[in-house]
């Protein structure tokens, strides 16, 4: 197989699979496309017990966003292992290629991207609950998602007049923009703003996922120094509140380590690319495209492993005379966006300092 890499550009004009594993491709294709359906039929069912969220919408997106990629990318591929032919073989003009670079960077932007969004409306709705209940809204959720869209379309047409260019990677199944230091002038600044593009979203959704998890890490503190004596009389609803904490904080935790391994290798080989005396660079390449690509199918379920585990929490938590109840300062916040959890436990820690009444007529 070292041998396969070792030519750079033949990897370009390559007509033959020669080697490669289509088992592969198609457990990626299997994994994301019954991750993104689980986790929207998930999705469907909690919405419909609570009122649409912005939170909602942006996971919705970003399933969707997934999901697409599943479609659109992954028979193109097993096509190619099943027919033999790489995707410029399959095509005299190489529009199949051009295609399949156009859709992977779309669909890397758009998703990205998305995530970013995702973990700053998360920070806004804890950190800042106050400024997120007044200026955001789900109709700028939908402005929001199609901005992403359109910014990341007008990207993805620059190589077609001229600005980048798209290309094939070995074994000949995939293509994408050109990475490699062969790559000059006004290719060169275009790869070069992708990749800081990348960097800019991973350090901003790392630093807000961070920012979020610190956020509940405290209410938590706080919530536990505030019950003192409290402590035999509410085991029910202290097990309702910890499933919710990890509901948040387990997503989060993930996502950010995930995020990081998924990406940042794409941006480092870019980055070592313009600087690399070494002429071949296609294997390292590969990885890199086939970790960001592994990002799509490992989100969905970066959201359903923490719904399991809340409803086996609460399973296993729920008491056992089905007639208890409590009062109604102290029902828990189970569903809503986090941005009502959180004016909810705000709500809760200001009625304790005398606060109360200002707080609940927000």
């Known amino acids: 197989m070292a041998n396969s890499f070792s030519n ?58 997934d999901l697409l990629g599943s479609f659109s990318l992954s028979p193109v591929v097993l096509t190619a292992y099943a027919r033999g032919k790489t995707l410029v073989g399959m095509n005299a003009g190489k529009e199949l290629c051009a295609y399949f670079g156009f859709s992977m960077t779309f669909l890397s932007l758009s998703t990205l991207s998305i995530v970013s969004v995702i973990a700053l409306e998360r920070y806004l709705s804890i950190g800042h609950p106050y400024f997120y209940e007044r200026h955001l809204s789900k109709l700028r959720g939908y402005i929001t998602v199609a901005l992403v869209y359109l910014g990341s379309i007008l990207f993805c047409v620059a190589p077609f007049l001229g600005f980048g260019d798209y290309v094939q990677y070995c074994p000949g199944t995939w293509c994408f923009l050109e990475m490699s230091q062969t790559n000059k002038g006004k290719d060169q600044v275009y790869i070069g703003l992708y990749a800081s593009f990348i960097l800019i979203v991973i350090t901003s959704t790392v630093v807000c996922n961070i920012s979020v998890i610190f956020h509940l890490v405290m209410m938590q503190r706080k919530r536990k120094a505030r019950r003192g004596g409290e402590y035999a009389r509410s085991r029910y609803r202290r097990s309702l509140s910890m499933s919710e904490e990890v509901e948040h904080l387990l997503p989060l935790a993930i996502i950010t380590v995930v995020f990081i391994c998924c990406t940042f290798p794409l941006v480092f080989r870019v980055y070592t690319n313009f600087t690399s005396s070494h002429t071949d660079t296609s294997h390292a390449d590969l990885r890199a495209l086939r970790l960001l690509s592994f990002h799509s199918i490992i989100n969905p379920w970066v959201f359903i492993i923490p719904s399991i585990v809340r409803i086996i929490w609460r399973k296993s938590r729920k008491p056992q005379k089905s007639s208890m109840t409590w009062g109604k300062t102290h029902a828990p916040v189970t569903g809503g966006s986090p941005a009502v959890q959180s004016q909810h436990r705000l709500n809760e820690w200001d009625r304790g300092h005398g606060r109360g009444k200002d707080t609940e007529s927000f």
Do not use: W
């Open 8 to 65: 750079h550009s033949k990897c370009h004009e390559t007509v033959d699979v020669e080697f490669g594993q289509p088992i592969t491709s198609a457990l990626m294709f299997a994994g994301g496309v019954v991750g993104n359906i689980v986790a929207l039929v998930l999705l469907e069912v909690r919405r419909r017990r609570t009122s649409p969220s912005l939170y909602h919408i942006l996971v919705t997106a970003l399933l969707m966003t």
